[in-house]
């Protein structure tokens, strides 16, 4: 590569003052978050990722994550976001652990607010994550990962051969309730009304399945627990009857909510308040695109918001390259930059 391409190879990738215009902004510091900041820094956009005051995503309170591809003995869920972080940077992203409070996507570039101040962008990519909702009882917050979780396909694995709960009454419940049969003896199922919101089939599943005993009408008031979960302190809601239930794990499967509270009325969302796509990875907003937990009510994984981060920031990147925001002597790859202006009939074939 000759200097004068190298000099603007490095210019691109220079950080830019708060009041120049990115190319990218990255909403959220998850798997989604920064794998997009990955893929559009070394595209040599000029990206910014705004992580969020607790930066990370959900992974920082997960111990062993042993699902994540390419660490064959496991990995600590905040290292795994470090590492993320770190890869990042390397390609020259700027960081900053701010949270968004408002946007404008009503004109480009795009404005987006944090308490300091304000950024914009061609292209913004929303992986803002979805939070686990927690039951709020006295001792639950001090219990994560020490029995307390919110996601058996990441924790359940360490409960082999014990006894372990899981509250709610709804498709993820039933969900959890199954998957945490592979590993523990016994799984209570706690409800607090007398029948499940759940689809009829897992229903079936669970009424089916001999290591499941179903609780209705009863409410954890408490977890017990010094260093570890012991029990649960339960109410039978109907009787008023109060009484320890002694497990060593307790999984919270009362629903997720995603983090889109600042987008309502400007992303199409659905009834719950997860975005919708449509072209791809592209919102309602052309130039805005969602990644991650955000906009994926099923699977929830790392690797899978990861993928999708991947996937946002081509997506970023091939918008911006057919709006001509880029130089296309510095993008990484020239084919289909038209594509997402191809009407929905024509897009994915041969992709
Ligand atoms: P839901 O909102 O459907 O269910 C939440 C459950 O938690 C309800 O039973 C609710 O009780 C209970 N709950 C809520 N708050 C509390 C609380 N404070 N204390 C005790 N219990 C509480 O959430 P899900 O995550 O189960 O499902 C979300 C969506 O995702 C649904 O549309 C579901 O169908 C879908 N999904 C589909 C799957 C699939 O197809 N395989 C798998 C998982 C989810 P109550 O009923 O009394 O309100």
Redesign the pocket.
């Known amino acids: 590569m000759g200097e004068a391409a190298q000099a603007k190879l490095d210019g691109q990738r220079k950080a830019p003052a708060a009041q120049d215009i990115y190319d990218v902004i990255i909403i959220g510091s998850g798997p989604a978050g920064y794998t997009a900041a990955i893929y559009a820094a070394r595209a040599n956009l000029r990206t910014l990722v705004l992580q969020g005051e607790e930066t990370g995503g959900q992974l920082m309170i997960t111990s062993e994550v042993e699902n994540y591809p390419g660490f064959a003995e496991g990995v600590l869920g905040p290292d795994l976001m470090d590492t993320f972080e770190a890869q990042a940077k390397r390609f020259g992203a700027t960081l900053l652990p701010r949270n968004v409070t408002k946007v404008d996507f009503s004109a480009q570039p795009f404005t987006l607010w944090t308490d300091e101040e304000s950024y914009r962008a061609q292209a913004v990519i929303v992986a803002t994550g979805a939070s686990a909702?927690w039951?709020?009882l006295p001792n639950e917050q001090r219990l994560q990962k020490r029995g307390v979780s919110a996601c058996a396909t990441c924790d359940g694995f360490f409960f082999r051969g014990k006894e372990v709960a899981v509250?709610?009454?709804?498709?993820?419940?039933m969900?959890e309730a199954l998957f945490l049969t592979r590993y523990a003896t016994q799984v209570h199922l706690l409800?607090?009304?007398d029948t499940?919101?759940?689809?009829k089939i897992?229903q079936e599943r669970v009424r089916n399945n001999p290591k499941i005993t179903i609780h209705y009408n009863t409410?954890v008031e408490d977890v017990l627990g010094e260093d570890s979960v012991t029990g649960l302190a339960i109410l039978d809601v109907v009787t008023g009857e109060r009484q320890t239930l002694p497990v060593q794990g307790l999984f919270v499967?009362?629903?997720?909510q995603p983090n889109t509270d600042i987008f309502k009325g400007i992303l199409d969302m659905d009834a719950?308040g997860y975005l919708r796509t449509y072209k791809h990875t592209m919102t309602n907003v052309p130039g805005v695109f969602a990644a991650g937990d955000v906009d994926d009510?099923?699977y929830r994984q790392a690797v899978t918001a990861a993928g999708e981060g991947c996937r946002a920031a081509i997506d970023a990147e091939r918008w911006l390259e057919a709006r001509g925001e880029v130089d296309p002597a510095v993008v990484s790859d020239p084919r289909d930059y038209g594509e997402l202006h191809a009407p929905t009939s024509e897009i994915g074939v041969g992709a």
């Open positions: 909702k039951l709020g509250v709610g009454g709804g498709d993820t419940a969900e409800h607090r009304r499940f919101r759940a689809s897992m409410a499967a009362i629903g997720h719950i009510a099923r």
